[in-house]
């Protein structure tokens, strides 16, 4: 209780500037208005957004907490850094029971202040609480602590299905390992009777049924299951999702700072104190991490829409566990290159990387909230009862006052996104809309070298989604009206365009109707 009220302390500390900010694309797309659903009516099914079959736990532990203390942003954010708390207390745990004290806190620092890590922690989605609980099941498989792990494995899947992957790896690995422990030098005894890694699916299997029994889909709506399972099983777009994925566990946001260094520290043989070698972790700890860490890359190679980095957040702090306890068994100066990497991954917070990134990977999300307040506090003072073109997630911020950035509903009429062809699209029906909200969709840094390879540009477009917003001031030639509001912050922007004609149309109408 102490180690936890520590890290829940001084997280809360480094989070309380962001505490308040409205909720951010998937939270304010799915997530709130899920948690909303059940806190007003029970539901365990959203039916004010389309459901996308995740198992309710995180939903229903965020409505307790604004039953109890209120609905807020502070509230629920408050009670998703409670969850990363008692994620790095397992996480602590875990590393120190197969390394030492030293490597658990050097390896739990490093986690905490990852940008991917970071930036979660305080943002109400699920991957982390899914995280947080598959370390508490890795720590109590390894302890050989069967209904434990089968308690903690079952929280996890209740969290997120797609942490049924760590028991499901384990199970297969526990079968293996008889047969190949000799060739590996591992130890031959089975750390646990490999059905009990079979108990996740059974809260998973009763939650399936209760979704399908009452919407008829098994994995979520459609256009959901089309979007992250139908298109995405292509043998190019697999391939070049396992190189980010693999990308993104060694390399991503300066975690290839800490690779290197390990890499470079396996050159040396291991240190000694007092004559007896520094540690490893052991090769069943090891091969335990590897076979969850194999089973996620692949998994998340073939399904997911997007290739975000938060999916891979179970097994993320592995692969620095690993290479931290790598720097601390073979270079003397192990905590002067932890406090580089920290410096790095701190410093990944607050610059954007030159690459193309999911903008919740860092503070970068905090930039686009802060934006779009500034663009829709205007939009509500200017412009209250006109209709708004824009783009998700600003048409849902626009509809529902509830996510933070608007006292009333606005009128929106929603496009795909700010690219040429769908501003034309719009520019036809311009009588459907007097003001128009464009916004950088997607972080869009200088082209590299990579980027002038043009079969890299159809790739990305091809498979991941990937266009190119039109700036502001082409936006307003296209949709005919005049540039009112723009502000530029880091790599982001967002624009308010009026549209003379029909703005002044809507208000000769509606001064005729006073009248």
């Known amino acids: 209780m102490l180690l936890f009220s520590l890290l829940l302390l001084a997280i809360f500390i480094l989070h309380f500037p962001l505490l308040k900010l409205p909720y951010f694309w998937d939270e304010a797309g799915y997530y709130v208005p899920a948690m909303r659903d059940l806190l007003l009516n029970g539901s365990l099914i959203p039916h004010s957004t389309p459901s996308n079959a995740h198992p309710p736990l995180v939903m229903a532990y965020l409505a307790l907490w604004c039953k109890l203390f209120g609905y807020t942003p502070a509230i629920v954010r408050t009670a998703m850094l409670t969850i990363a708390a008692f994620a790095l207390l397992g996480f602590f745990r875990l590393a120190a029971h197969v390394a030492n004290r030293e490597v658990a806190w050097a390896s739990t620092v490093c986690t905490a202040l990852y940008p991917v890590f970071f930036a979660q922690s305080s943002l109400a989605q699920v991957d982390l609480a899914a995280a947080g609980f598959t370390f508490w099941g890795l720590r109590s498989c390894l302890r050989e602590e069967r209904a ?24 297969g690995w526990e079968i293996l390992r008889p047969l190949v422990a000799k060739r590996l030098s591992l130890s031959e005894k089975r750390g646990l009777h490999s059905a009990w890694l079979l108990a996740p699916l059974l809260p998973l299997a009763a939650w399936y049924s209760y979704h399908y029994g009452k919407t008829g889909f098994l994995l979520g709506n459609p256009e959901f299951f089309r979007y992250n399972v139908q298109t995405t099983l292509q043998p190019l777009r697999i391939f070049l999702a396992l190189l980010l994925r693999l990308w993104q566990l060694f390399g991503y946001l300066n975690l290839y700072v800490l690779t290197v260094l390990a890499s470079v520290a396996m050159m040396w043989p291991p240190l000694r104190d007092d004559g007896v070698e520094r540690e490893a972790i052991s090769r069943d700890a090891q091969f335990t991490f590897y076979i969850v860490v194999a089973a996620y890359t692949i998994f998340m190679a073939l399904v997911g829409g997007a290739v975000l980095a938060r999916y891979l957040l179970p097994v993320l702090p592995l692969i620095i566990l690993v290479l931290v306890s790598t720097l601390r068994r073979r270079f003397r100066w192990w905590l002067l290159a932890v406090g580089f990497t920290i410096v790095s991954f701190a410093a990944a917070l607050f610059i954007n990387p030159p690459y193309g990134f999911a903008l919740e990977d860092n503070l970068a999300y905090r930039d686009y909230i802060v934006l779009h307040q500034h663009a829709e506090d205007f939009l509500e003072a200017r412009y209250p009862m006109l209709r708004v073109l824009t783009a998700w997630p600003a048409s849902d911020e626009l509809s529902r006052p509830y996510l933070g950035y608007v ?3 606005v009128q929106v009429l929603r496009i795909e996104n700010f690219t040429l062809e769908q501003l034309m699209s719009a520019a036809d029906a311009r009588s459907a809309f007097e003001v128009a909200f464009v916004f950088s969709t997607k972080y869009q840094p200088r082209p590299s ?14 498979f991941f989604d990937f266009h190119r917003d039109l700036p502001p001031q082409a936006a307003a030639q296209i949709l005919g009206g005049e540039l009112v509001f723009f502000e530029e912050r880091q790599g982001q922007w967002a624009g308010v365009i009026e549209l003379h004609k029909e703005y002044q149309a809507r208000l000769s109408a509606a001064h005729g109707r006073s009248k």
Request: net charge positive.
């Open 449 to 462: 070298f990579v980027d002038h390879w043009r079969l890299w540009q159809e790739w990305k477009a091809r």
């Open 407 to 409: 006292t009333r509903p």
């Open 148 to 171: 434990a792990s089968a308690v903690w494995f079952s929280l996890a899947v209740l969290s997120k299905e797609t942490a049924v992957l760590a028991p499901l790896a384990l199970f």
